[in-house]
T-cell receptor, first 114, second 116 residues
Framework: AQSVTQPDIHITVSEGASLELRCNYS??????LFWYVQSPGQGLQLLLK??????LVQGIKGFEAEFKRSQSSFNLRKPSVHWSDAAEYFC????????????FGTGTRLTIIP | GAVVSQHPSRVICKSGTSVKIECRSL??????MFWYRQFPKQSLMLMAT?????????EQGVEKDKFLINHASLTLSTLTVTSAHPEDSSFYIC????????????FGSGTRLTVV
């Protein structure tokens, strides 16, 4: 069965500092990987996704993620965070075909300090 | 493109009543809709998968008689919480697979249900 692990429940960084959110997955085939962001009381916004090809994926709001098959990881990075990046971040894995469900990690809450 | 419109965004209902949540795909055909539930400060948990014109497939532990899912058309799926109780208070989100754009997923904006 597929699963996603986000080891960090809560991360606090200073505004302007760099950020890395960790994500490890377990999947029996080639995974389809996603990062979503959720502000309080809101729905999910897709930051980026990896389907195939270049393992370094660029997303919106200056985020990027790198797929590392050998480490079963898909970590999210941003070189300089802004106060508006404070939110909950979810990593998810799905199949790259058909109507397979998405499996979400438990999320990482990001707090930005001035 | 590929927008799922979810309504209502917030609903408060009395214990014992039923609540219907709608998700409409506005510019594509959603052959499959996923329904998730999210408790405060927790992740999204899949409740059921619905395919147009057939019965939904429920995840283990989800009461199918309590959470009625209807997917009668390619553009509309509904979740009805029957005889709601306070423990059903949660954030419910629908999601559809997009055949275009490399089978991406699109999400509704969610429904905050509060049962009093």
């Amino acid at each position: 069965a597929q699963s996603v692990t986000q080891p960090d429940i809560h991360i606090t960084v200073s505004e302007g500092a760099s950020l890395e959110l960790r994500c490890n997955y377990s999947y029996g085939a080639t995974p389809y990987l996603f990062w979503y962001v959720q502000s309080p009381g809101q729905g999910l916004q897709l930051l980026l996704k990896y389907f195939s090809g270049d393992t370094l994926v660029q997303g919106i709001k200056g985020f990027e993620a790198e797929f590392k098959r050998s480490q079963s990881s898909f970590n999210l990075r941003k070189p300089s965070v802004h106060w508006s990046d404070a939110a909950e971040y979810f990593c998810a894995v799905g199949a790259n075909f058909g109507n397979e469900k998405l499996t979400f990690g438990t999320g990482t809450r990001l707090t930005i300090i001035p | 493109g590929a927008v799922v419109s979810q309504h209502p965004s917030r609903v408060i209902c009395k214990s014992g009543t039923s609540v219907k949540i709608e998700c409409r795909s506005l510019d594509f055909q959603a052959t499959t809709m996923f329904w998730y539930r999210q408790f405060p400060k927790q992740s999204l948990m899949l409740m059921a998968t619905s395919n147009e014109g057939s019965k939904a497939t429920y995840e283990q532990g989800v009461e199918k008689d309590k959470f009625l899912i209807n997917h009668a058309s390619l553009t509309l799926s509904t979740l009805t919480v029957t005889s709601a109780h306070p423990e059903d208070s949660s954030f419910y989100i629908c999601s559809a697979r997009i055949r275009e754009a490399n089978y991406g997923y699109t999400f509704g904006s969610g429904t905050r249900l509060t049962v009093v």
